[in-house]
């Protein structure tokens, strides 16, 4: 493995900028699994703990950290777009380097990071779903991670939507690994995909109401759906070709 697969972000001449205000609380969780009526039995009832989503960092970010950004800033302005209009902040958090993109941007800006000769992230390993119901407005995060091959670099990507409004361009024509986890987290957390060639539930039956790894999905209770299905014939299942 090379000295800079890990980044001079690791040593201790390009130390990691701190956050400017400590992060942005959005939620205070008090108990534990989500019990307050009384019902948590764990003797953590009285845990009281902060959500806390990181802030903008500052420059210097350290290490390569400020040549990527440098460099998809530069690559974005040749393209006509503004820097500040599509990467809504920058985030150094966990010697990690994060560019929260907005999502109207968000192809474009993949396409740069992968098709840019000083960026060259080819590969992207996936993406996440996150529910944050206390962020108004963005409680849906898609996080992806995108490697560079070419570099030896590992950056992330993260794109918020509102549950009002679940909609994120899908990147399977710029990385089309991304198919399947796009379904997954289509399937889990309800974010909508927009232009994926067959969005449709990889886990769960198709008529399943409502996302399970949404936090406002119900932990118990769930009727059991599957009594009384049937199973299609095999010429009459549903096809992807």
């Given at each position: 493995m090379s000295d800079h697969t890990h980044g001079e972000g690791q040593n201790g001449n390009a130390v990691p900028a701190p956050r400017d205000t400590g992060g942005e609380v959005i939620r205070v969780r008090k108990g534990m699994f989500g019990a307050n009526n009384g019902g948590d039995t764990s003797g953590y009832g009285g845990l009281i703990r902060t959500v806390t989503l990181p802030g903008a960092a500052s420059r210097p970010y350290g290490g390569w950290f400020d040549e990527v950004a440098d460099e998809l800033e530069g690559a974005l302005e040749e393209q006509d777009l503004l820097p500040e209009n599509a990467i809504e902040k920058t985030v150094v958090d966990r010697d990690e380097l994060t560019f929260h993109i907005a999502r109207e941007h968000l192809l474009q800006v993949a396409r740069t990071l992968r098709d840019d000769p000083?960026?060259?992230?080819?590969?992207?390993?996936?993406?996440?779903?996150?529910?944050?119901?206390?962020?108004k407005g963005r409680e849906l995060h898609a996080v992806y991670h995108l490697r560079s091959l070419t570099h030896g670099r590992i950056i992330r990507l993260e794109v918020s939507a509102p549950d009002s409004d679940p909609h994120i361009p899908s990147l399977v024509e710029v990385y089309p690994t991304n198919d399947w986890h796009e379904r997954e987290a289509y399937d889990f957390f309800g974010l909508v995909f927009d232009g994926h060639p067959a969005l449709t539930r990889i886990m769960m039956p198709d008529d399943w109401q409502g996302f399970p790894q949404r936090k406002?999905?119900?932990?118990?209770?769930?009727?059991?759906?599957?009594?009384?299905?049937?199973i299609p014939a095999p010429d009459q299942r549903r096809s992807y070709s």
């Amino acid at each position: 493995m090379s000295d800079h697969t890990h980044g001079e972000g690791q040593n201790g001449n390009a130390v990691p900028a701190p956050r400017d205000t400590g992060g942005e609380v959005i939620r205070v969780r008090k108990g534990m699994f989500g019990a307050n009526n009384g019902g948590d039995t764990s003797g953590y009832g009285g845990l009281i703990r902060t959500v806390t989503l990181p802030g903008a960092a500052s420059r210097p970010y350290g290490g390569w950290f400020d040549e990527v950004a440098d460099e998809l800033e530069g690559a974005l302005e040749e393209q006509d777009l503004l820097p500040e209009n599509a990467i809504e902040k920058t985030v150094v958090d966990r010697d990690e380097l994060t560019f929260h993109i907005a999502r109207e941007h968000l192809l474009q800006v993949a396409r740069t990071l992968r098709d840019d000769p000083a960026l060259r992230f080819e590969l992207c390993t996936g993406v996440s779903g996150v529910h944050f119901p206390g962020d108004k407005g963005r409680e849906l995060h898609a996080v992806y991670h995108l490697r560079s091959l070419t570099h030896g670099r590992i950056i992330r990507l993260e794109v918020s939507a509102p549950d009002s409004d679940p909609h994120i361009p899908s990147l399977v024509e710029v990385y089309p690994t991304n198919d399947w986890h796009e379904r997954e987290a289509y399937d889990f957390f309800g974010l909508v995909f927009d232009g994926h060639p067959a969005l449709t539930r990889i886990m769960m039956p198709d008529d399943w109401q409502g996302f399970p790894q949404r936090k406002d999905y119900p932990l118990g209770g769930i009727a059991v759906e599957y009594k009384g299905a049937q199973i299609p014939a095999p010429d009459q299942r549903r096809s992807y070709s």
